[in-house]
């Protein structure tokens, strides 16, 4: 039988994850898991900007000598997938992790008053294959190249991030705005539901595909974190949560880090909820 030393098992030791998106948000808290979990993150990020940004933060908050790194990368393109993951085994010889983050963040120009441009009669073409193409081609193809790299060694794990939103539709009540025509409401994109539903399809193949490799395979789907909304917003989102409030980024770090460690050994292939309680209701 297998013996665990529960503290133990949290412990990644000096393991290396990529993380997508790493220069994000919640991409730097994943990283902040890894760090703390005393792992290796290692940042993909299409922004040059936001990955020095993110690890200049991880070096003043950890010190120094705090072991990360961060490349360059569309996660949209399979060369620049490659070019990373070379980079990655001649710097530290393995890759042990994968956390599929990234997110196409589409600025709608024109603000509020072009928000027609998003409900779903108008939704573009462009912008649905601009948004699959990073949420969900980019998690496909990172699976591929660094799962390859990590069945060859036959262990790893893949977190991808989903949303309480991958469970549940969106309640579009919640982002409509006094004064505006109906036509002009904002809407919450198709393409968000889209993506982080079939990240939990990509989650459950992965698990079984992989398993015999020995990596498993889990999604989490977080509930919205508190960014600075308005208050006309967090009016209407609260109510349905039933913990009564949006999550703090650093909420999600302890679930993180126990998905990608060895604490959740026998999990793969798992959905696992985070959103106080919103899809219970
Ligand atoms: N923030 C929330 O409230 C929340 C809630 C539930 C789920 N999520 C999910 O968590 C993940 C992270 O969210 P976030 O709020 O940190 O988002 P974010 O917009 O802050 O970060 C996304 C990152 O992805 C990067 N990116 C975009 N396109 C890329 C590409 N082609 N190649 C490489 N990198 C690319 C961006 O540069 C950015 O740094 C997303 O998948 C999001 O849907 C977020």
């Known amino acids: 039988m297998l013996q665990m030393d529960i503290k133990n098992s949290f412990d990644l030791k000096r393991k290396v994850f990529v993380i997508t998106g790493g220069a994000g948000l919640l991409g730097q808290k994943h990283a902040e898991a890894v760090t703390e979990g005393n792992g290796i993150p290692v940042l993909l990020d299409i922004s040059r900007e936001g990955l020095d940004d993110a690890v200049s933060h991880m070096k003043m908050k950890y010190g120094a000598e705090t072991e990360i790194s961060g490349f360059a990368a569309d996660i949209t393109s399979r060369e620049d997938i490659g070019c990373a993951r070379d980079s990655i085994i001649k710097k530290y010889g393995h890759i042990d992790g994968l956390i599929n983050n990234a997110a196409n963040n589409p600025k709608v120009e024109g603000g509020a008053a072009n928000m ?130 949006m999550a703090s980024a650093d909420e999600y770090k302890g679930t993180v880090l126990y998905l990608i460690s060895d604490a959740s050994s026998y999990m793969t292939g798992s959905t696992v909820i985070a959103d106080g309680g919103r899809t219970c209701w």
Not at 148 to 159: K, P
Not at 160 to 170: F, H
Not at 172 to 183: F, N, T, V
């Open 116 to 245: 027609k441009a998003i409900q779903f009669e108008n939704f573009p073409l462009e912008m649905w294959m601009e948004d699959i193409a990073v949420g969900l081609t980019g998690a496909f193809l990172c699976a591929q190249v660094f799962g390859q790299a990590m069945a060859e060694q036959g262990s790893g794990v893949i977190l991808n991030l989903s949303s309480d939103l991958g469970v549940i539709a969106p309640d579009q009540r919640i982002y409509r705005k006094k004064g505006l025509p109906d036509e002009e409401q904002p809407v919450k994109p198709v393409t968000y539901s889209v993506i982080k539903h079939g990240l939990i399809g990509l989650t459950k193949y992965l698990a079984t595909y992989y398993a015999e490799k020995g990596i498993r395979a889990n999604a989490l789907c977080p509930g919205g974190v508190y960014n600075g909304q308005n208050e006309e917003f967090l009016d209407k989102l609260t109510p349905l949560i039933p913990m009564g409030r």
